[in-house]
């Protein structure tokens, strides 16, 4: 099969420069497992449709197997600089292997329904596998949240201390939206349980297959409904994309969160040697790099949806080669968090909680709420109770001093009320909101969190 496969309708043959430009097969060849699936799959349907005979069949599944082995083996090596993508490469081994057969094999397809399958099945392969580290993640916060679910810990708002909570609190919002980036993943997984096997070009196939049947065998509910829309559709992409910005979100917060707790100036967490980092002049440094590189690389995965957005915003209905801009981008977001994941397992499962440091530093005003909610218990309107420790704030203010420094003498000239009880309970020990609030930062309500989290992982 010399040249490309096209090449009799033109008098010219496609100049260099034009051919390395339209040539996908530098980064399409990792869809080979799902290209020769969708082949075998085809293949049956030819024979089911009587345009393979029993014996074309069987050479054709042969052949495809050993193309199967090959490229467990070469890798991308496995095509040649003519072919012109991945679907091309296979089709010129299958004809070196099973000969006159192979030439059968595209009748009423397409790649356009081809490679829409494919991407579909690779999307499929990629949102299992996300979902299983995500899980393993997610797994490894949920341990460390139960062994900190006593430890009391300054919760921030405008990135100032705000209250106190348990730490295990804290640590189970992460997983929270970690369950949450997971069944996004399911519902991208729903979304594509539609085959476009058989819709040809853009009109659908000449060939009389059984669609449904090809979806079943390819491991699809159903076919899909529209051959215009599934050529020229990549909304699970951009779905898959969506999903996978999202969950690079979460975790960047998280890790800025942690990049911030590993500093001398907060000094709450101190990273493992094993998943640490050094500087190349500074002797004395241990960065923390993973999170920064999940930081980092989340900008990366939400730069891949806005370019395939952008790509999908002005395309006419149909096949268009833009359509051939997805793959770099969807590649490189699942070998991202492919890579990011296990990493982040690691680093998390190493990390230590400086639990000394934590109470040392958490400032006594986050006690005032607690003060006002005294007020309001021996019958102070909540508003009232409010502007009290307001002001108790301010005295200490003036005085340079933190709230538990304040004698009672002080306290009893914010407010007559203020007395020994308020004293003991800004100087009191630190304790964590316990008023039992679905959703809080209670033992009743994270040993809830911990249970329905459990449940969610399988655990």
Request: charged content about 20%; glycine content about 6%; hydrophobic content about 45%.
């Given at each position: 099969m010399a040249g490309k496969?096209?090449?009799?309708?033109?008098?010219?043959?496609?100049?260099?420069?034009?051919?390395?430009?339209?040539?996908?097969?530098?980064?399409?060849?990792?869809?080979?497992?799902?290209?020769?699936?969708?082949?075998?799959?085809?293949?049956?349907?030819?024979?089911?449709?009587?345009?393979?005979?029993?014996?074309?069949?069987?050479?054709?599944?042969?052949?495809?197997?050993?193309?199967?082995?090959?490229?467990?083996?070469?890798?991308?090596d496995f095509l040649t600089p003519d072919d012109e993508d991945i679907h091309m490469g296979i089709e010129r081994r299958l004809l070196e292997l099973a000969g006159e057969p192979a030439l059968k094999l595209h009748y009423g397809r397409s790649r356009n329904d081809m490679v829409a399958t494919d991407v579909l099945l690779y999307l499929r392969d990629a949102c299992q596998s996300l979902q299983a580290e995500v899980k393993g993640v997610a797994g490894i916060l949920l341990d460390r949240a139960q062994a900190e679910a006593g430890t009391p810990f300054p919760a921030y708002t405008h990135l100032q201390q705000a209250q106190p909570v348990s730490l295990g609190h804290l640590l189970l919002a992460y997983v929270t939206a970690l369950q949450k980036d997971d069944r996004l993943l399911s519902d991208c997984l729903a979304r594509m349980d539609r085959c476009p096997l058989g819709s040809g070009a853009v009109a659908g196939s000449a060939a009389d297959v059984d669609r449904q049947q090809i979806a079943s065998d390819l491991g699809f509910k159903r076919p899909s409904a529209n051959s215009v829309e599934a050529v020229g559709s990549r909304d699970e992409v951009a779905d898959f994309l969506y999903a996978c910005a999202r969950l690079g979100l979460h975790l960047s917060?998280?890790?800025?969160?942690?990049?911030?707790?590993?500093?001398?100036?907060?000094?709450?967490?101190?990273?493992?040697?094993?998943?640490?980092?050094g500087s190349s002049m500074l002797p004395h440094k241990k960065n923390p790099d993973v999170f920064e590189l999940a930081r980092g690389k989340t900008g990366r995965l939400i730069g891949n949806l806005c370019a395939v957005l952008v790509t999908l915003k002005g395309l006419p209905s149909g096949y268009n080669k833009d359509l051939q801009e997805d793959k770099e981008a969807m590649f490189d977001t699942a070998e991202t968090l492919q890579t990011l994941l296990p990493a982040l397992a690691d680093t998390l499962k190493g990390l230590s909680f400086n639990r000394t440091v934590i109470e040392q530093r958490m400032v006594p005003e986050l006690k005032l709420e607690r003060l006002c909610e005294r007020l309001v218990s021996e019958g102070v309107p909540f508003r009232e109770a409010y502007r009290v420790a307001q002001r108790v704030a301010l005295a200490a203010d003036k005085k340079g001093l933190h709230v538990d420094a304040l004698t009672v003498a002080d306290l009893q000239k914010v407010d007559d009320r203020l007395g020994q009880q308020a004293a003991d309970l800004l100087r009191g020990e630190w304790s964590i909101p316990d008023s039992g609030v679905a959703g809080g930062s209670s033992a009743a309500s994270i040993k809830a969190q911990v249970v329905a989290l459990r449940q969610w992982l399988g655990d």
């Open positions: 496969v096209w090449q009799a309708r033109f008098s010219a043959p496609l100049s260099q420069a034009v051919d390395r430009l339209n040539r996908s097969a530098p980064f399409d060849w990792k869809l080979w497992p799902h290209d020769l699936a969708v082949s075998r799959a085809w293949a049956s349907a030819l024979h089911s449709a009587g345009n393979l005979t029993k014996n074309d069949l069987a050479v054709i599944v042969d052949g495809l197997d050993r193309i199967g082995k090959e490229f467990a083996q070469q890798g991308g917060r998280m890790s800025e969160d942690f990049i911030l707790w590993s500093s001398q100036e907060f000094g709450y967490v101190t990273l493992d040697d094993s998943t640490a980092t």
